[in-house]
């Protein structure tokens, strides 16, 4: 798996470093940086409590985090500097300018309240007591920002929720479902 990985990573660097060739320095750069976060950004996050799962998930984290950060700040210079070039104006426009969720999350609620209602989900209760170990694992669990952290917790819920039709295509119905969460997160309990 680290082999498949450092092979995906030095061909989305080979490739991004043709960009050199055709754009200045800072935006090839920033493309070079760009293209490993989107890679990432694209990583299923493993959904099961193995001890793997929750390194991979750790590891993809912080792979989001050390390449993803301050692209949205980066990008915001890059297009006003080169707002007269229209070669990178171009390949700039090929990103989405806002992935660090500096805007509102479009999943509700406080991050515990979703950790809590996977919990209750997965352990079929709904004694908040009964799941704090599950709790105190999930939280654990690092994510680039709280915006991811509630869309992993509600794309389980709903992957939980869902049962045999556990399609990505369902899955995806669901997390697009502003109704679609738990009765902690509706009715803002634990510290919400």
């Known amino acids: ?18 960009a050199t060739e055709i754009y200045p320095r800072d935006v090839a750069g920033y493309i070079e940086r760009r293209e490993v976060c989107e890679h990432f950004r694209a990583e299923p996050w493993p959904e099961g409590g193995s001890s793997e799962e929750r390194e991979r998930r750790d590891f993809i984290a912080a792979q989001l985090l050390h390449y993803c950060k301050g692209a949205d700040q980066a990008i915001r210079e890059l297009k006003a500097k080169y707002r007269d070039n229209r070669v990178v104006m171009d390949r700039l426009e090929t990103y989405e300018a806002d ?17 809590a209602d ?16 599950c709790i105190e694992d999930s ?16 794309r389980v819920m709903c992957a939980l929720s869902t049962d045999g039709e556990a399609s990505a295509m ?19 309990g634990v510290g919400g």
């Open 139 to 154: 939280r654990r669990t690092s994510f680039s920002t709280e915006c991811a952290a509630k869309i992993y917790y509600k």
């Open 99 to 115: 992935i660090e969720g500096k805007q509102d999350c479009a999943v509700q609620g406080e991050v515990i309240q979703w950790v």
């Open 1 to 18: 798996m680290t082999k498949q990985l450092s092979m995906a990573i030095g061909l989305l660097l080979a490739g991004s470093a043709l």
């Open 118 to 133: 996977y919990c209750m989900l997965k352990m079929q209760t709904d004694d908040e007591i009964a799941v704090s170990d």
């Open 170 to 188: 369902a899955i995806e119905k669901c997390l697009a479902d502003p109704a679609f969460m738990g009765r902690t997160v509706r009715q803002r």
